[in-house]
């Protein structure tokens, strides 16, 4: 099993502020990763997927890199509702894992 | 729009069993994949089953393989799960989600369902 291993836990920023998440594979897993944000009671949102693809309606300030085991999720201006939880996910090999969340508070 | 609803959740013992349904409209569901994710109260999301467009492929995680079964009924555009041998560690959302153009990424989801297993 591949596990995704993110970092911070907690990330702590002010609005404006650039937030930058990681999310590391126990093994390569090439570009296939995606990357989810969770609202507070809500369902998760597909952000990106393939490392660096936008999903539809996604704003232009989400923006996701890398390959092999090392992964970004950057969110180049932080708006009030951005403070919210994040997972990335692997579709590499079956079993399909997340990450355990990167939770980002207002600073 | 995509729209997929859960139901079918509830409390149940552990042993038990639940069958859980999702309906699906707004897309040709026939066409793409739907997996399940959950997420017990406080956690962080679990995949659990994948099914294929057709029905003829599922993939399962290890914590369920064997207890729980994937389907779908294309012609009534709804996916179900069914769940056996329930645990206590069962216990949480179940959330129905519609794979992207590109396999196994899930780009719509629904609003969950509760599974408690409790005695």
């Known amino acids: 099993e591949i596990v995704l291993t993110q970092s911070p836990a907690t990330l702590s920023l002010s609005p404006g502020e650039r937030a930058t998440l990681s999310c590391r594979a126990s093994?390569?897993?090439?570009?296939?990763l995606g990357w989810y944000q969770q609202k507070p009671g809500q369902a998760p949102r597909l952000l990106i997927y393939h490392a660096s693809n936008r999903a539809t309606g996604i704003p232009a300030r989400f923006s996701g890199s890398g390959s092999g085991t090392d992964f970004t999720l950057t969110i180049s201006s932080l708006e009030p509702e951005d403070f919210v939880i994040y997972y990335c996910q692997q579709r590499s090999n079956w079993p399909l894992t997340f990450g355990q969340g990167t939770r980002l508070e207002i600073k | 729009e995509v729209q997929l609803v859960e139901s079918g959740g509830g409390l149940v013992q552990p042993g038990g069993s639940l069958r859980l349904s999702c309906a699906a409209s707004g897309f040709t569901f026939s066409t793409y994949a739907m997996g399940w994710v959950r997420q017990a109260p406080g956690k962080g999301l679990e995949w659990v089953s994948v099914i294929s467009a057709s029905g003829g492929s599922t993939f399962y995680a290890d914590s369920v393989k064997g207890r729980f079964t994937v389907s779908r009924d294309n012609s009534e555009n709804t996916l179900y799960l069914q769940m056996d041998g329930l645990r206590v560690e069962d216990t949480a959302v179940y959330y129905c989600a519609k794979d992207h153009g590109e396999p196994n990424y899930f780009d719509s989801w629904g609003q969950g369902t509760l599974v408690t297993v409790s005695s």
């Open positions: 093994q390569s897993i090439s570009s296939h």
